[in-house]
């Protein structure tokens, strides 16, 4: 998922929980009118006193219903009695026919504890027939209190054919829709933003909302499984009570853990992932986040990313696998098959999004959207290059069976027939409804990024227009992310369709995909939140998964002298401003959406897995203490956080984030920040022994330094698990990572990837040295050409490097013959 210019999801102000739960009360579940009893007050006599009640209660048809009643009070206890007057009112079940009618009055007498619950029962009558959902409103009145919210039974939808779990999910899909109003069916298709419905959760109801999603950042109250799960039930409990019952899809950007919960674990982004070369471990990594994700209330992430990054001055660098479409193929699959595991209503399982689609990595530096640089530009590509660079990770998703798919922000502009006319991808239909769903059968559904319609042309400040709505619904898009704007989207499509600009055909197309995703997620049996593995979030076991996912994403560039691995028995110097900071290796996406230095989140700092391995350290950030006696420095350096847009180099400068103060953070580049660069002069200038390790998103020039540096590390970002830099560090597991992207040698010319012409990278694709064992024939061959190409100062020669770069392509592709050949050929002939 993806903002405009941090649009909505700059961090809120937050309300307290009392302030919070009295608003969640203070909304009702239906447009009811209040119905007050005879001779009782409408105007509560003590403001102090407070009477609430649940806003929805849900009872099986011919049961009992118990509405349960609070009385609150500033003080310990009542000074004075209470009474409550109640009735049943007028819904859409009929009195003595659904339901029994009653009245009656609740009373708290003088001295009563605040807090104290009374009950109104509420009797229903068995119905023949199956029926849809009934409602029966509830008026509270008191002279006493003042009554915060009137409740609703409603009494469950129930023998009806898509209620029934036997049936085909075709089948349920089929009854279900037939059964549907344009209305309800334009609900089904709208999602809106957590922060926007949270304050009046009764729109939920009254538009039939199909969706909900976190922002990054966007967090409930109570930031913890359970304040989640509480809120989430809440918002599925007001969309259970609309007469067909269809439960709420709630979405959230679990691209590295599920970020925006604190003490969630968090794994390297997935440029960390790429080095590891490890599908099998990808899965396991992306099953633990499913996990963690689904206790929360969550049956469905914006992951994983398929971009193929051709440009690393783009701001999305690290959530690509990388520069090849082979590796994003093989991991993205196994990411799928990890996040859905066999079966989408397990406990452990959420429905994974393919984004951002298409070639949101292949974009033209200087055509990004407003001050970007990169982001939601221009895609200006022949169709054979998109075919063969950009799509093939989808089509590999589409075969592991991923449920939803996410447009790009970007637009494509084929060469084919000249430049001049690109296509906002939420407007292709081409690539939608064409190449996705036609030509490759995806049966899953197309979700919009946030607000993506908005940039259709022609732009307006009533966003969405009708004309962006229609022409996107046309081009194949599903469902649609409109935080903020999703009545004027519900409203304009029904409106559309009323006035024959979108068929009805389209509309049922759209919504059986939706709810398809819903009973395979097993949503109508179960909408509420699955907690089982709430103590599993941040647990031990989960934590080893990211470590060993860490330490198998470091890549050893250089190692010269054997410098690595650190005997423990070394006294160490930490330095840089990477060593320590949480928030740093963890990145963007992490606590908001553009992450923070600092405490983002629990975790262990590189610094501090250096110091549980070793005995003597010494730490001083900017190199400022003394060096003396130090038998091995170790320099921990890179980029701060960011996402998107803001992470574009030559972009703009993000500031809302309250750790930030209002003050811009640091311009984004592919060199060394000066001060990183200072630090490494002075610790591999003192320091006999020294290690640099480089915390970033995407390569940083390095050239000048490279010849003083004795071993030199790709840390990526690893998010949580600190430890599992250190474990490659001092040879509790040997370094097996592999660039996922070539690193250049100029930060004035950076864009360089395999297949190039004149291919001539610092580092190739593909590079990786180790400490350990070696494991395979082609393996062997490959670390003993390194071994002999690599130049201490300048790195590896261009013929070597597309040698070694080939080869990790062929072997990515299942060609291990061509890749071993190559490697040999390699072997024979003179470095140039």
């Not at 009929?94 to 009055?105: K, L, P, Q, R, V």
């Not at 589409?398 to 296509?423: H, K």
């Not at 923070?596 to 001083?620: K, N, R, Y």
């Not at 070539?742 to 190739?764: C, E, Q, T």
């Amino acid at each position: 998922m993806s903002a405009i210019h941090g649009a909505a999801q700059h961090p809120r102000a937050r309300t307290t929980v009392l302030r919070a739960a009295a608003a969640l009360l203070a909304a009702t579940a239906l447009a009811v009118t209040p119905l007050l009893v005879p001779g009782a007050a409408p105007a509560a006599a003590n403001a102090e006193v407070v009477v609430s009640a649940g806003p929805v209660v849900f009872v099986e048809d011919g049961d009992t219903a118990t509405v349960t009643v609070t009385v609150q009070a500033d003080s310990a206890v009542l000074a004075e009695p209470v009474r409550v007057d109640w009735r049943t009112g007028s819904g859409t079940a009929t009195a003595d026919t659904d339901y029994e009618a009653g009245s009656g009055t609740l009373e708290f007498t003088a001295g009563t504890p605040s807090g104290t619950e009374r009950t109104i029962t509420v009797r229903t009558r068995v119905s023949e027939a199956g029926e849809t959902a009934e409602t029966v409103p509830l008026a509270l009145a008191s002279r006493d209190a003042e009554v915060a919210a009137d409740p609703t039974v409603v009494v469950r939808a129930h023998g009806l054919p898509y209620l029934d779990e036997r049936l085909p999910v075709e089948e349920r899909v089929a009854d279900l829709v037939s059964r549907m109003t344009l209305k309800e069916k334009v609900g089904q298709m709208t999602q809106a933003e957590r922060g926007n419905v949270a304050g009046s959760p009764a729109v939920i109801t009254e538009l039939g909302l199909g969706s909900i999603l976190s922002g990054g950042g966007s967090t409930p109250a109570d930031n913890t499984p359970e304040g989640w799960a509480d809120a989430i039930d809440g918002f599925q409990g007001r969309a259970l009570a609309t007469r067909l019952q269809i439960p709420l899809l709630y979405g959230v950007d679990s691209v590295h853990g599920h970020g925006n919960l604190a003490g969630a674990t968090i794994l390297p982004h997935n440029i960390g992932l790429g080095a590891t070369r490890d599908p099998l471990l990808v899965a396991r990594a992306e099953r633990m986040v499913a996990t963690e994700t689904r206790a929360t209330g969550i049956p469905w992430t914006f992951a994983p990313c398929l971009c193929v990054v051709r440009d690393d001055r783009w701001g999305r660098t690290y959530e690509s696998f990388g520069e090849h479409p082979a590796l994003a193929s093989v991991l993205g699959a196994a990411a799928v098959l990890g996040f859905q595991g066999s079966r989408l209503d397990s406990s452990r399982s959420v429905l994974a999004t393919a984004k951002h689609f298409v070639a949101d990595g292949d974009t033209a530096y200087g055509t990004g959207e407003g001050d970007y640089t990169v982001d939601q530009g221009i895609t200006e590509q022949s169709r054979r290059h998109v075919e063969s660079v950009d799509l093939p990770p989808y089509a590999a998703a589409i075969v592991a069976g991923v449920g939803s798919v996410m447009p790009s922000y970007s637009s494509m502009d084929w060469t084919d027939d000249g430049l001049g006319n690109p296509v906002k991808m939420h407007a292709h239909d081409e690539l939608i409804n064409g190449w996705l769903k036609r030509d490759h059968g995806f049966d899953g559904f197309v979700i919009s990024d946030y607000q993506g319609i908005h940039q259709i042309p022609p732009l307006a400040a009533d966003s969405p227009t009708t004309q962006q709505i229609v022409t996107s619904v046309n081009a194949g898009v599903d469902m649609f992310m409109e935080p903020s704007q999703f009545e004027r989207f519900h409203t304009r499509l029904v409106a559309a369709v009323q006035d024959g600009a979108v068929t009805p055909e389209r509309i049922d197309d759209a919504v059986s995909r939706i709810l398809t995703a819903k009973f395979e997620l097993g949503l109508f049996e179960e909408p509420f939140a699955d907690r089982s593995h709430a103590d599993d979030i941040g647990s031990a076991a989960h934590r080893e998964i990211a470590r060993t996912a860490v330490a198998e994403s470091q890549v050893l560039l250089k190692n010269s002298r054997r410098a690595l691995p650190v005997d423990d028995d070394d006294s160490i110097y930490v330095a840089g401003r990477n060593a320590d900071d949480l928030g740093n290796q963890a990145g963007g996406w992490t606590g908001t959406w553009q992450g923070f230095s600092g405490d983002v989140t629990e975790g262990t700092t590189i610094l501090e897995g250096i110091e549980a391995a070793a005995d003597d350290v010494t730490f001083s950030e900017d190199a400022s203490a003394p060096t003396d006696g130090a038998d091995v420095g170790v320099v921990v350096v890179g980029e701060t956080p960011y996402a998107e847009g803001f992470g574009d180099v030559g972009g703009p400068e993000w500031a809302w984030d309250p750790a930030d103060g209002g003050i811009p953070r640091e311009e984004k580049s592919m060199s060394l920040q000066p001060g990183d660069a200072e630090v490494v002069e002075k610790v591999c200038a003192e320091i006999e022994t020294c290690v640099v390790l480089i915390v970033s998103g995407r390569p940083q020039v390095i050239t000048e330094q490279l010849g003083s540096i004795d071993a030199l590390v790709a840390s990526w970002l690893p998010g949580t698990e600190g430890a599992g830099v250190a474990d490659v560090l001092f040879g509790d597991r040997r370094f097996t990572g592999k660039l996922p992207l070539s690193w250049p040698r100029s930060a004035d010319d950076p864009v360089v990837n395999v297949g190039d012409k004149n291919y001539n990278p610092l580092f190739p694709f593909g590079w990786g040295l180790s400490t350990g064992g070696r494991t395979s024939t082609l393996d062997d061959h490959r670390l003993d050409l390194q071994d002999t190409v690599l130049d201490e100062t300048t790195g590896v020669p261009p013929q070597a490097a597309q040698a070694i770069a080939k080869s990790d392509v062929a072997l990515l592709e299942g060609k291990k013959a061509q890749a071993l050949r190559l490697l040999k050929a390699a072997t024979t002939t003179p470095p140039r």
